[in-house]
């Protein structure tokens, strides 16, 4: 097998299943459907959601998190401003009362910004209810340290996001999706915004980033540990708002960034030697056993 084949099959096996998809979607707009009769008087299983995180990017490699916006009426704000005490928390519990007419026997959660339902196969939807400005920014809930109202767009994030992929022949989402399992393989403190953000910066100038989209991961993931190493103390802006990340353990990352540029190297070098099952070994050492 070629380098080409090596990469396309491994993306295909991490690739989420049209099962778990088709799981995800029929949640979804179960979701959907019951925050519309309870706020908008509709049954509509589309209007007023949003995929965001990983899932919505189109980066996710497990349906494990699924993280959706919904959007309620401004009347509903101004319903709880009349009211004393952590209003955030007395509106999470309402909406999870509401979620809890449909989904009576699964776990139903709220923490921090967001509602949990766990489903009984793994599957977790982490939903954030949300007001809708006309810019199509949202403000929403924080329970924290007695209650706050704070503020995110990620319809600009999403949009900036998909146009830079596609810009360069798809292959950014694929990456994202590879290195997650770099990610769990090595156990590094990255979360996935921060991940799809070093991308996504790492794509500003990268090379081989608009040709075919498996014969040169190998390169790719190349330089992309050298950009990591190089970078690791400094920070990332999020797609389309700019938001300020950073790293946790630059120190460590750099470090591991350093071992995979050195192994991506080892790696190139046997396969153009004709040492095919040794690279092969060296590319699996980087992204674990689905390679």
């Given at each position: 097998m070629d380098i080409n084949t090596w990469f396309k099959e491994f993306y295909e096996s991490i690739y989420m299943s049209t099962d778990i998809v088709s799981k995800v979607r029929l949640r979804y707009k179960s979701i959907t459907k019951r925050i519309n009769e309870e706020y908008w008087n509709s049954s509509s299983e589309t209007k007023h959601s949003l995929y965001v995180g990983s899932y919505g990017r189109g980066t996710a490699i497990y349906a494990s998190d699924i993280d959706i916006v919904v959007e309620l009426p401004w009347a509903v704000k101004t319903r709880f401003d009349g009211r004393h005490g952590n209003i955030?928390?007395?509106?999470?519990?309402?909406?999870?009362?509401?979620?809890?007419?449909?989904?009576?026997?699964?776990?139903?959660?709220?923490?921090g910004q967001?509602?949990?339902?766990?489903?009984s196969d793994g599957i977790k939807?982490?939903?954030?209810?949300?007001?809708?400005?006309?810019?199509?920014?949202?403000y929403y809930p924080d329970t924290n340290d007695g209650g706050s109202w704070k503020t995110m767009n990620p319809r600009?994030?999403?949009?900036?996001?998909?146009?830079?992929?596609k810009t360069h022949n798809l292959t950014m989402?694929?990456?994202?999706?590879?290195?997650?399992c770099w990610k769990e393989t090595h156990n590094m403190d990255i979360?996935?915004?921060?991940?799809?953000?070093?991308?996504?910066n790492f794509y500003l100038d990268a090379n081989y980033i608009d040709k075919?989209?498996?014969?040169?991961?190998?390169?790719?993931?190349?330089?992309?540990?050298?950009?990591?190493?190089e970078k690791a103390h400094g920070?990332?802006?999020?797609?389309?708002?700019?938001?300020?990340?950073?790293?946790k353990y630059p120190y460590l990352t750099q470090n591991k960034a350093l071992e995979m540029y050195n192994k991506s190297i080892k790696a190139i070098q046997l396969y153009n030697n004709e040492y095919k099952y040794l690279a092969k070994s060296e590319w699996k050492e980087i992204y674990g056993g689905k390679f």
């Open positions: 955030q928390s007395q509106l999470l519990s309402e909406v999870k009362d509401k979620l809890k007419k449909t989904y009576s026997t699964s776990k139903i959660s709220s923490d967001v509602i949990v339902i766990d489903f939807f982490e939903i954030v209810p949300a007001f809708k400005f006309d810019d199509n920014s949202y600009l994030e999403l949009e900036s996001f998909n146009a830079r992929n989402k694929k990456l994202c999706m590879m290195l997650r979360p996935g915004e921060l991940l799809d953000s070093i991308v996504y075919n989209p498996f014969l040169y991961f190998d390169f790719i993931t190349r330089d992309f540990f050298k950009y990591l190493y920070i990332w802006l999020t797609p389309g708002t700019y938001r300020v990340l950073n790293l």
